[in-house]
Nanobody, 125 residues
Framework: QVQLVESGGGLVQPGGSLGLSCAAS????????MGWYRQAPGKERELVAD???????NYADSVKGRFAISRDKATNTVYLQMNSLKPEDTAVYYC???????????????????WGQGTQVTVSS
Protein backbone atom coordinates (compact mmCIF):
# COMPACT_ATOMS: atom_id res chain seq x y z
CA GLN A 1 0.00 0.00 0.00
CA VAL A 2 1.14 3.53 -0.77
CA GLN A 3 0.04 6.63 1.09
CA LEU A 4 0.52 10.35 0.55
CA VAL A 5 0.25 12.39 3.73
CA GLU A 6 0.06 16.16 3.45
CA SER A 7 0.83 18.78 6.05
CA GLY A 8 0.75 22.54 6.16
CA GLY A 9 -1.98 24.78 4.92
CA GLY A 10 -4.19 27.07 6.95
CA LEU A 11 -5.23 30.69 7.00
CA VAL A 12 -2.91 33.45 5.83
CA GLN A 13 -3.32 37.12 4.98
CA PRO A 14 -2.88 38.38 1.41
CA GLY A 15 0.79 38.83 0.66
CA GLY A 16 1.78 36.22 3.19
CA SER A 17 3.57 32.92 2.80
CA LEU A 18 2.74 29.31 3.52
CA GLY A 19 4.44 25.98 3.00
CA LEU A 20 2.97 22.60 2.19
CA SER A 21 4.65 19.22 2.39
CA CYS A 22 3.62 15.77 1.26
CA ALA A 23 5.36 12.55 2.21
CA ALA A 24 4.90 9.30 0.32
CA SER A 25 5.22 6.09 2.29
CA UNK A 26 4.57 2.38 1.93
CA UNK A 27 5.71 -0.22 -0.58
CA UNK A 28 7.48 2.17 -2.94
CA UNK A 29 9.80 0.94 -5.69
CA UNK A 30 10.30 4.32 -7.35
CA UNK A 31 8.58 7.69 -7.74
CA UNK A 32 8.25 9.54 -11.03
CA UNK A 33 6.60 12.96 -11.14
CA MET A 34 5.29 14.57 -7.96
CA GLY A 35 3.07 17.61 -7.91
CA TRP A 36 0.45 19.81 -6.38
CA TYR A 37 -3.06 20.47 -7.64
CA ARG A 38 -5.76 22.70 -6.22
CA GLN A 39 -9.51 22.94 -6.38
CA ALA A 40 -11.46 26.05 -5.48
CA PRO A 41 -15.21 25.93 -4.75
CA GLY A 42 -17.19 25.57 -7.95
CA LYS A 43 -14.07 25.10 -10.06
CA GLU A 44 -12.27 22.13 -11.55
CA ARG A 45 -9.08 20.76 -10.07
CA GLU A 46 -6.06 22.37 -11.70
CA LEU A 47 -2.33 21.78 -11.76
CA VAL A 48 -0.34 24.17 -9.60
CA ALA A 49 3.15 22.78 -10.07
CA ASP A 50 4.94 19.51 -10.61
CA UNK A 51 8.49 18.22 -10.50
CA UNK A 52 9.95 15.29 -12.37
CA UNK A 53 12.33 12.74 -10.92
CA UNK A 54 15.25 14.56 -12.54
CA UNK A 55 14.17 17.86 -10.96
CA UNK A 56 12.52 19.56 -13.91
CA UNK A 57 9.70 21.81 -12.77
CA ASN A 58 6.47 23.05 -14.32
CA TYR A 59 4.20 25.79 -12.98
CA ALA A 60 0.77 27.15 -13.73
CA ASP A 61 1.05 30.67 -15.15
CA SER A 62 -0.96 32.02 -12.22
CA VAL A 63 1.70 31.00 -9.68
CA LYS A 64 4.94 31.51 -11.61
CA GLY A 65 7.37 33.64 -9.65
CA ARG A 66 5.40 33.20 -6.42
CA PHE A 67 5.39 29.46 -5.73
CA ALA A 68 8.32 27.05 -5.63
CA ILE A 69 8.13 23.27 -5.75
CA SER A 70 10.92 21.01 -4.56
CA ARG A 71 11.41 17.40 -3.56
CA ASP A 72 13.59 15.32 -1.31
CA LYS A 73 14.24 11.95 -2.89
CA ALA A 74 15.69 10.53 0.33
CA THR A 75 12.42 11.02 2.19
CA ASN A 76 10.01 10.78 -0.77
CA THR A 77 8.68 14.22 0.12
CA VAL A 78 7.50 17.02 -2.12
CA TYR A 79 7.22 20.61 -0.92
CA LEU A 80 5.36 23.68 -2.12
CA GLN A 81 6.50 27.07 -0.86
CA MET A 82 3.84 29.68 -1.54
CA ASN A 83 4.77 33.36 -1.35
CA SER A 84 2.88 36.57 -2.12
CA LEU A 85 -0.38 34.73 -1.65
CA LYS A 86 -3.56 36.17 -3.13
CA PRO A 87 -7.22 35.56 -2.24
CA GLU A 88 -7.59 33.69 -5.54
CA ASP A 89 -5.08 31.12 -4.27
CA THR A 90 -7.72 29.96 -1.79
CA ALA A 91 -8.46 26.31 -2.48
CA VAL A 92 -8.01 22.77 -1.28
CA TYR A 93 -4.50 21.71 -2.28
CA TYR A 94 -3.86 18.09 -3.22
CA CYS A 95 -0.57 16.29 -3.46
CA UNK A 96 -0.12 13.96 -6.42
CA UNK A 97 2.54 11.39 -7.23
CA UNK A 98 3.13 8.80 -9.93
CA UNK A 99 4.50 5.83 -8.04
CA UNK A 100 5.76 2.38 -8.91
CA UNK A 101 4.98 0.19 -5.93
CA UNK A 102 6.36 -3.25 -5.24
CA UNK A 103 4.98 -6.56 -4.09
CA UNK A 104 6.20 -8.82 -1.28
CA UNK A 105 9.07 -10.08 -3.44
CA UNK A 106 10.14 -6.52 -4.20
CA UNK A 107 8.97 -6.90 -7.81
CA UNK A 108 7.74 -3.61 -9.35
CA UNK A 109 4.05 -3.09 -9.90
CA UNK A 110 2.46 -0.91 -12.62
CA UNK A 111 2.87 2.84 -12.32
CA UNK A 112 -0.09 4.29 -10.41
CA UNK A 113 -1.13 7.86 -9.67
CA UNK A 114 -1.80 8.54 -6.02
CA TRP A 115 -3.47 11.50 -4.31
CA GLY A 116 -3.20 13.02 -0.89
CA GLN A 117 -6.23 13.77 1.25
CA GLY A 118 -6.12 17.50 0.53
CA THR A 119 -5.34 20.46 2.74
CA GLN A 120 -7.20 23.77 2.90
CA VAL A 121 -5.39 27.00 2.09
CA THR A 122 -7.35 30.17 2.77
CA VAL A 123 -5.99 33.60 1.87
CA SER A 124 -8.05 36.29 3.53
CA SER A 125 -7.70 39.40 5.61
Amino acid sequence: QVQLVESGGGLVQPGGSLGLSCAASGSIFSIDTMGWYRQAPGKERELVADISKDGSTNYADSVKGRFAISRDKATNTVYLQMNSLKPEDTAVYYCNAAIVGHNSWYRPLPLTVHWGQGTQVTVSS
